[in-house]
């Protein structure tokens, strides 16, 4: 499978606990994005990287939030001292180029914080 | 900031009737996305609209793109049950920022 690839797919966590995701972007695909969705809303934007340089980042994204992409490839989300407000499918996208270009979304991680 | 808006955000369909749904945006962008997604999964790329006056059409849907009045359309032919979902507009900046969606529910 070429396509974006996230895992896991599924995470129940503590509340205080931390988690990470992974993102694999398609293979070439500069441009990575994270969303996060709840239920019943749109994707709200959370902070993308061009190649290894994370270049924006959301008011959303608490300093409890961390992404990084070391290597311009794959990339990390991770969240400190989860919160029940943190439940959310989080969502990873790729595209290659700038922002002309198509972005593919993975199938998502999906949080449940206890 | 970029604020995206789409009506309606709910919209039950009789089969074979057409409908309309509209995105807004409120800051000049020349490329929208539309997207498609079905209960517990992802988003499916549906259209990529890159300049003013852009149309595309895929079956039943064709979506438009008027930059001047920043205004996304996507329109249903001929509804069918295998449309219902939920649509996305996405607009395009330096990152995408998307609508709330319009659940589209096709009734027999």
């Known amino acids: 499978d070429t396509g974006v690839s996230q895992d896991p797919r599924h995470k129940i966590t503590k509340r205080g606990q931390n988690v990470t995701f992974r993102c694999d972007p398609i293979s070439e695909h500069n441009r990575l994005y994270w969303y996060r969705q709840t239920l019943g809303q749109g994707p709200e934007f959370l902070t993308y990287?061009?190649?290894?340089?994370?270049?924006?980042k959301s008011r959303l994204l608490s300093d409890r939030f961390s992404a990084e992409r070391p290597k311009g490839s794959f990339s990390t989300l991770e969240i400190q001292r989860t919160e029940q407000g943190d439940s959310a499918m989080y969502l990873c996208a790729s595209s290659m180029g700038g922002a002309n270009t198509e972005a593919f979304f993975g199938q998502g991680t999906r949080l449940t914080v206890v | 900031e970029l604020k995206v808006e789409q009506n309606p955000l709910f919209l039950s369909m009789q089969e074979g009737k057409n409908y309309t749904i509209y995105c807004n945006y409120s800051t000049t962008s020349d490329r929208l996305y539309w997207y498609r997604q079905d209960p517990g999964k992802s988003l499916e790329s549906l259209f990529v609209l890159l300049s003013n006056g852009a149309v595309k059409q895929e079956g039943r849907l064709m979506a438009s793109l008027d930059t001047k009045a920043r205004l996304s359309t996507l329109h249903i032919t001929a509804a069918v049950h295998d449309l219902s979902a939920t649509y996305f507009c996405a607009v395009v900046l330096n990152d995408m920022r998307f609508g709330a969606g319009t659940r589209l529910t096709v009734k027999p």
């Open positions: 990287f061009q190649n290894e340089a994370q270049l924006e």
